[in-house]
């Protein structure tokens, strides 16, 4: 027995260009069972051979828009990044000056 379940969601997709690309993602999973006709015949196992295909279409819609960053954004992270620097750096040398 192969069962399938599908879930659609559909999607709105801009670009930075204000172009809008409407578009759907998938989501399947498989399961399979195996199942002996021999024994199903006898009453021994239970279950129907075949392949069933589930799916459900999402009522909600995800929305993806790009959009730049500003120069300042960028600074701010790389100043963020710097200083964490610095900091895990102090934090080593206290620990070796003070162990050592």
Not at 54 to 75: G, K, Q, W
Request: net charge neutral; hydrophobic share 40%.
């Amino acid at each position: 027995m192969r069962q399938y379940y599908t879930q659609i969601v559909p999607m709105r997709y801009q670009k930075i260009n204000e172009e809008v690309v409407l578009s759907n993602q998938y989501s399947v999973t498989y399961h399979y069972k195996h199942i002996d006709l021999g024994k199903a015949a006898r009453g021994e196992q239970s279950g129907l051979p075949g392949m069933f295909v589930t799916y459900e279409i999402s009522p909600l819609m995800v929305e993806v828009t790009e959009h730049r960053r500003s120069f300042t954004h960028f600074l701010t992270g790389v100043c963020a990044i710097v200083g964490g620097v610095f900091t895990v750096a102090g934090i080593i040398d206290s620990f070796v000056l003070q162990f050592l």
